[in-house]
């Protein structure tokens, strides 16, 4: 079955710091993964996405991911904290089921960064 | 465009009341999505549709149905509300293929 795990319900990072947020998958076939974020009161917004390429992805607001097929992992990662950055991160692997695919969710991780 | 717009942000609702929750987006995006997120639980899907006047259920779809008269519009209806479904319901689109979905702001009910 697919599923997508998010280990940490919480990571605590100092500004200035280097963050990561684990994610990690199962899925039959090419994986299709996902990064998004959520501030508090509103919707969830697009980071990035690995489909195919590049390890490395680069993203939205200085964020960056790394795809790790043997590791079934797509850790996200930013190399300097800012404390704006506080707020729930949701990975999420996308998959074919019938004539349709759809996004499944992990159940996220807050990450606070403190000044 | 305005993205996703869902009404209303914030309802409550009593134990066998019905309401819908409304959903449109102006991007004509075929696919259109239902979820709900609970704490601690991430997002759950509930119903989704590949296009107008096509919809199938998700992973939670009891309690609530859906319609696509419209490429557009994408109402989630609650018939008997419960206090289970308390929640917060957040209608998401995408275009075609493997690409982001975007999400409207959501809607917080909560059933008493």
């Known amino acids: 079955a697919q599923s997508v795990a998010q280990p940490e319900d919480q990571v605590n990072v100092a500004e200035g710091n280097p963050l990561t947020v684990k994610c990690t998958y199962s899925?039959?076939?090419?994986?299709?993964l996902f990064w998004y974020v959520q501030y508090p009161n509103r919707g969830l917004q697009f980071l990035l996405k690995?489909?195919?390429?590049?390890?490395l992805v680069k993203g939205s607001y200085g964020f960056e991911a790394e795809f790790n097929k043997s590791q079934t992992s797509f850790h996200l990662k930013k190399p300097s904290a800012l404390v704006s950055d506080s707020a729930l991160y949701f990975c999420?692997?996308?998959?074919?089921?019938?004539?349709?695919?759809?996004?499944?969710f992990g159940k996220g991780t807050k990450l606070s960064v403190k000044p | 465009n305005a993205g996703v717009t869902q009404t209303p942000k914030f309802r409550i609702l009593k134990i066998g009341q019905s309401m819908t929750l409304q959903c449109t987006q102006d991007m004509n995006h075929n696919y259109m999505y239902w979820y709900r997120q609970d704490p601690g639980m991430g997002l759950k899907l509930i119903y989704y549709s590949v296009g107008a006047g096509i919809t199938d259920k998700g992973e939670v779809p009891n309690g609530y149905n859906v319609s696509r008269s419209t490429t557009e519009d994408f109402p989630l209806r609650l018939e008997l509300a419960a206090p289970s479904q308390t929640s917060v319901y957040f209608c998401a689109s995408i275009g075609t293929g493997v690409n982001e979905q975007y999400f409207g702001p959501g809607t917080r009910l909560t059933v008493t």
């Open positions: 899925v039959s076939g090419n994986p299709y």
């Open positions: 999420a692997v996308y998959f074919y089921g019938g004539s349709q695919g759809n996004l499944i």
């Open positions: 690995y489909i195919t390429g590049d390890n």
